[in-house]
């Protein structure tokens, strides 16, 4: 069939000299053309292999191929193309002429493997140099097509790191380049193809679909990623999942089909190749299997071995997805002006020869079944004359991948020529050299290249060595004669923010340009379960997937998350959302109370400005009254932040301001009672200096210290589990208690506990200084501030406890105000008392005189 090629070099000795010779023959199918430069390509000519018994006796025959495929034949002559209009171009690789090796795979692991052997050992009998150097080896490999053999392929020339170019492998396992070092593809990955067929199943609310997947590393990764993805982007299901033979066996492609008919899935997900596809397609119309939306993956979605007119009644209507169109100028006049010869390197042209005109090369030979007797080929036959799926530039995609991974291996060749000797990428800024140019040269050159096509389409690879991710999405519709074509409708792409962040999937459909294969001309509806009627519910179906349910009748205030029953249990009535209003009496109350406790604070502070020079205000550290008097006012207004509805900033800004308010608070009155405790100690000799330690700048350090502490426990809060907003349907079934949820209880019970701390350690030291003499010692009203501040946040945590819904809210609010007006009656209320009506008892000597002693 083809030339002898090798499979394993080898020393031996003939005429004391040493030379390597080749140990394996293979018969591939190929075309070939010298050049200064070989770039290897590996096609899907033929769609089957047939492999001969096993005797066991003697050497086994060597595999045949059957059924030529005339639109892969297209694509090997594409590369040839590419590769004559790069060496005719004076600015590409310029003085350099590439030549080619193109085999065929016949879909075939093992033949493919044979044939990239076949690349990277060369193609001569015998070498006599010692190191077994001869004409190089293939500077890359275009292809191959199938994502199990470029997965075995790549596995072995990454070793090597010799660069592999697909066309058409698609399994996201390929971006692994770790794994596959020297692999990149000018065809999007599976996973961006599996999402972007979920989208459109999504686009049409089908969610109840029936997955056909080839038994290869193509269909069982996009098979697994299908499954995630349907469930996890719009809770689709999955009725069955079958899996294509190897073997194209009979029995387990009728019982597949057996599969499909019996569902109630009336949409099909085939993520396949063509060669697994055909015993499927020819059972399904066997068995006149119609009534079903076809979705096909990019493997098959434009293929013309499925557009005939006995197809139609079954096909009609399929969507799928397609690699991008392009086109590729000078193309038809090349394919149309080849001709066959007689070297047996280029045997494929022969073959190709024979069955586009049905004839044959050798005289008297018959077809394989012996009927008739074919006509000689004479090599002048006219292939203007054909119509096929050879000659047809309508649909060029596969075709023009392999263009752009020609062109892509091309460009980085001539990168690789422009390198300036000292400025080179490689060890001490060295360049490539043309004439002993290695592999992994070249995977350098191919990870940076960057280049636009003569059709406008911009080509380079990520990091992944993936190219760009978009696709065609096509429809079959009826032609006039009966056969069907493909019809773009839209397309899908993937969609990028600066970064290369990717942002999600965009699906543009014209609705109106499609053709649905059914009576109704609409789009089928393909659930598993319909929605549930007003008054029941859902009821999984034991063993089912979710999509699967049964509609029960609800039961007397049966309700979900949001909704409520109506009394006739014939609507869903929404729930009624609580929460703390300033529209509700309780809410205007306590609004009221906070605005009346700041307008108080205000009030108080007038006085204490107006009066601020009588002894009254400036004893015992005036600075420090004015700042107690603002952070109680600010306890007061922080109280507005726990009335209305909750938002993500009122959650967060609430308890951080209640905290650091009263914070400010507690220090200041623990400061003022430390104050007098100083005073009454420096009026003693052994205690005069004791004031001069704790003057003014101690007075208002200490007071920021401990409210910075305060500050930094609610940022580590905030930080690590801030408050949000949550729709509570625990408390009462019946309704939603919109509230904040706390976040972290352990930031929570720190900053309360903290603030508690800060009271006991004040109300401490005021009793201990209660009974000092004087006529006005301050120490008895913060004692009495300080008992009330505690009486009221002991109680509050067993009623916030069980207070239900907004209930809580109020007694939190409640217990603000509460101990807020403690302290500001208690500690302020006598000394108003002083300023205001009995302004003679503010005077120095008042302040400062003794009360007599008690006999």
Known sequence: MGPAINLVASYYFRNKSISCRLQGHFQLNGMHQDGDLIVGGLFEVHFLT???????????????????DMASFQQAQTMAFAIDEINRNPHLLPNVTLGYHLYDNCVKLAVAFRAATALISGTDEALS????????????????????????????????????????????????????????????????????????????????????????????????????DLQGQFGGCVAYSEILPRDNNCRDVARIVGVIRASTAMVVVVISTEAYLLPLMDEVAQRNVTGRQWIASEAWATSPIFLTPHLLPFLGGTLGLAIRRGEIQGLRDFLLNIRPDRDPKNNIVRTFWEEMFECTFDSGSTQPNGERERKVCTGAEDLRSMDTAYTDMSELRASYNVYKAVYALAHALHDLMQCEEGKGPFISHSCASIHSLQPWQVVHYLQNVNFTTGFGDHVSFDKNGDALAIYDVMNWQPNPDGSIRVHTVGVVYETAQAGDVLTGDVLTLEEGALYWNFKSKKPPRSVCSESCPPGTRRARRKGLPICCFDCLPCADGEFNNEFWSSPDKDRCVPKELEFLSYEEPLGISLTVASLLGSCFCTGVLGVFAHYRHTPVVRANNSELSFLLLLSLKLCFLCTLLFIGQPQQWTCRLRHAAFGISF????????????????????????????????????????????????????????????????????????????????????????????????????????FLARNLPDNFNEAKFITFSMLIFCAVWITFVPAYISSPGKYSVAVEVFAILASSFGLLLAIFAPKCYIILLHPERNTKKAIMGRAREKK
């Open 50 to 68: 047939v492999f001969p018994e096993l005797s066991f006796t003697s050497e086994p025959e060597q595999p045949y191929c059957q059924q030529f």
């Open 129 to 228: 140099t010692l190191d077994c150097t001869g004409s190089p080896p293939v500077i890359g490999i275009v292809g191959d097509p199938g994502s199990t053999h470029s997965i075995a392929i790549s596995s072995v020339l990454g070793l090597f790191r010799v660069p592999m170019v697909s066309y058409f492998a698609t399994c996201s396992c390929l971006s692994n380049q770790q794994q596959y070092p020297s692999f990149f593809r000018t065809i999007p990955s599976d996973v961006f193809q599996v999402r972007a067929i979920v989208q459109i199943l999504k686009r049409f609310s089908w969610t109840w679909v029936g997955l056909i997947y080839s038994d290869d590393d193509y269909g069982i990764h996009a098979a697994l990623a299908f499954h995630q």
């Open 663 to 766: 914070v400010l608070s507690v220090s200041s009155i623990l400061v003022k009672t430390m104050v007098v405790v100083a005073v009454f100690k420096s009026s003693r000799p052994e205690g005069q200096s004791a004031l001069k330690w704790f003057g003014v700048p101690q007075q208002r350090g200490t007071v920021l210290a401990l409210t910075a502490l305060q500050i930094a426990i609610c940022v580590v809060w905030l930080a690590m589990a801030s408050p949000t907003p949550l729709k509570n349907t625990h408390y009462i079934s019946s309704k939603i208690v919109y509230e904040c949820a706390m976040g972290s209880v352990l930031g929570f019970a720190t900053l309360l506990g903290y603030i508690g701390l800060l009271a006991a350690v004040s109300f401490l030291l005021a």
